[in-house]
């Protein structure tokens, strides 16, 4: 049996979108465990993210599956390196024969700041859907494609030379490890419960400066993985029929990318009848009104678009490019067929500044969508704009844990510590607290539900406000 570990993510700080962020379960984890059980193997998960354990409820876990654990997984994004250690000991501990292996993001980001954990043993640095079972199996570890282990005092990676290019021949992930219903999507989004993540495809083909897609992609390349619209659909179908998801998050880079798979999702969820609303996110450049009308008529009540900023200029260097009239005559064609959409934009990017941000915030309450959110710039592994940073010298906290988009780790000639974070918390009031926004958000209740979502959303501004307050207080006092 393999007894994977999800690790908990803790937020640095007090900060305005905390208490709306999504508690989701592995989905990386549930790829590999469903290759394993295709193979015989079982798995068991604990989700530390969910249910943080200390180091007592820890030992007592893993010493209950005595004998059992053939290997003990945990999976880490890189906010949650810094648990590595700890886990890894307790482990040990416990089980000093039973080897622990990683994977996750980080692990095929960064593997060589994972296996410098004397007790982990081996580090996945790419899917490892395939490898895993080769592990399970006893495959020597020289033979295994894409792991990083220690021989005889040395550091060893095995390359990847050859990638999942079917993503039909995976088994599903194994949703049988988590109870769905504890887990929930970004408050505000969802507008049933249960709700969960889907993934149609892999990759992207652009190459925005901020995000580190492009180094996550096995072959390096601009070319993305599609799934068939019958393997999708038969997924949702289980998803509806059997676990009882009422809404989905198709979490896809770009969605509607590949007119074939939307149009083919849409039309399976229309002749099976599935009584299933969704939302996605997708690239401004790929919307139409044909494919809106059939999203809208297939569930889809909310679409995400990364806009990111509201400055030409600072359009170019993240390499977005975003024309920012179409951005606004996607918002309303979006909006005219009863979709919600949504604007999620960035602060800190290159460049930036306080003018730039200025106008970010002054885009973002003309465009009007009907939610908006406000990131902070964060510079992760694999991104151009971390490589960026250390070349100038501007980053100034280098801490993983620090990267959970509330902390800006950079100090820039023209953004002195905590402008960012100033002008972050001034979008959101500049756009959520306006009479104008109150109002809109009236026009749009149309039945109970709505009305009901108004109510909560009203009470999450309220909470939100202290949330604000404490943050700023705290910030100032840690400087
Ligand atoms: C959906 C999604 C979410 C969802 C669900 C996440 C989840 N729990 O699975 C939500 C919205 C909750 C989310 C939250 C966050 N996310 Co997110 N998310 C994604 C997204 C779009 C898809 C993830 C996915 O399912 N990928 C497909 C699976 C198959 O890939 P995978 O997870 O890497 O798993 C494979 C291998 O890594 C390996 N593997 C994974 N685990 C293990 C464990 C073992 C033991 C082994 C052997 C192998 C193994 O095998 C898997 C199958 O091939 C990715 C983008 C992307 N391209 O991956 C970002 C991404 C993973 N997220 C990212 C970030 C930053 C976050 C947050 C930290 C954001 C924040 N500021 O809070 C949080 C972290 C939450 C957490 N603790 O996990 C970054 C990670 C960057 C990094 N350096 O770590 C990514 C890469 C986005 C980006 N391009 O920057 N996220
Ligand atoms: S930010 Fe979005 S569009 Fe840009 S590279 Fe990443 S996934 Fe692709």
């Excluded at 460049?351 to 200025?358: A, D, G």
Aim: aromatic share 10%; glycine share 6%; hydrophobic share 35%.
């Amino acid at each position: 049996m393999f007894f994977f570990i999800n690790l908990s993510q803790k937020p640095m700080h007090e900060f305005i979108m905390n208490a709306l962020r999504p508690k989701m379960p592995p989905f990386g984890v549930a790829y590999v465990a469903s290759t394993l059980s295709a193979n015989g193997i079982k798995s068991v998960l604990h989700d530390d993210n969910l249910h943080e354990y200390d180091d007592r409820q820890l030992r007592d876990l893993l010493g209950s599956y005595n004998g059992e654990i053939q290997a003990v997984g945990l999976t880490s994004v890189s906010t949650t390196l810094t648990q590595i250690p700890r886990i890894a000991r307790i482990s040990k501990e416990i089980l000093p024969n039973t080897p622990i292996i990683v994977g996750g993001p980080h692990a095929r980001l960064l593997p060589e700041d994972i296996i410098n954990c004397q007790e982990v043993d081996v580090v996945f640095t790419s899917e490892a859907e395939l490898a895993i079972v080769d592990y399970a199996r006893g495959k020597d570890l020289s033979q295994i494609e894409g792991v990083m282990y220690r021989k005889d005092g040395h550091v060893v990676e095995n390359p990847v030379t050859s990638v999942i290019e079917n993503l039909d021949e995976l088994p599903f992930p194994d949703y049988s490890l988590f109870n769905i219903a504890d887990y929930h999507s970004t408050k505000g989004i969802a507008k049933r419960h249960p709700n969960s993540y889907i993934i149609n495809s892999r990759g992207c083909p652009y190459r925005c400066t901020f995000c580190s897609s492009k180094s996550l992609n096995p072959t390096r390349e601009k070319k993305v993985r599609f799934r068939s619209p019958e393997n999708s659909v038969a997924e949702i179908e289980m998803l509806v029929k059997k676990y009882g998801v009422k809404e989905l998050f198709f979490s896809d880079e770009m969605f509607t990318g590949n007119e074939e798979l939307v149009f083919g999702i849409c039309e399976g969820i229309i002749q099976l009848n599935l009584d299933v609303i969704w939302v996605c996110q997708t690239h401004v450049n790929n919307i139409t009104r044909e494919k809106l009308r059939m999203m809208k008529k297939a569930g889809c009540h909310q679409i995400c678009f990364g806009v990111e900023s509201g400055d030409p200029g600072i359009q170019k260097a993240i390499r977005k490019n975003l024309n920012l009239q179409r951005v606004k005559e996607t918002v309303r064609m979006t909006q005219s067929e009863g979709i919600d959409a949504r604007a999620s934009f960035m602060f800190g990017n290159q460049y930036e500044t306080t003018e730039t941000m200025q106008r970010t915030i002054d885009f973002a309450r003309k465009l009007s969508p009907d939610f908006a959110s406000f990131n902070i710039a964060t510079p992760y592994p694999g991104t151009y704009f971390r490589e960026w940073a250390l070349e100038n010298g501007y980053l100034v906290n280098d801490k993983y844990e620090a990267l959970d988009s509330t902390t800006y780790t950079l100090v820039t000639p023209d953004l002195p510590p905590g402008t960012v974070e100033k002008y972050c918390n001034k979008a959101f009031r500049s756009f959520y607290y306006h009479p104008r926004y109150v109002v809109r958000r009236l026009q749009h209740i149309r039945d109970m539900g709505d009305f009901i979502r108004f109510v909560k959303s009203i009470y999450y501004a309220f909470k939100l406000i202290p949330h604000a307050l404490r943050g700023l207080l705290r910030r100032k006092s840690t400087r």
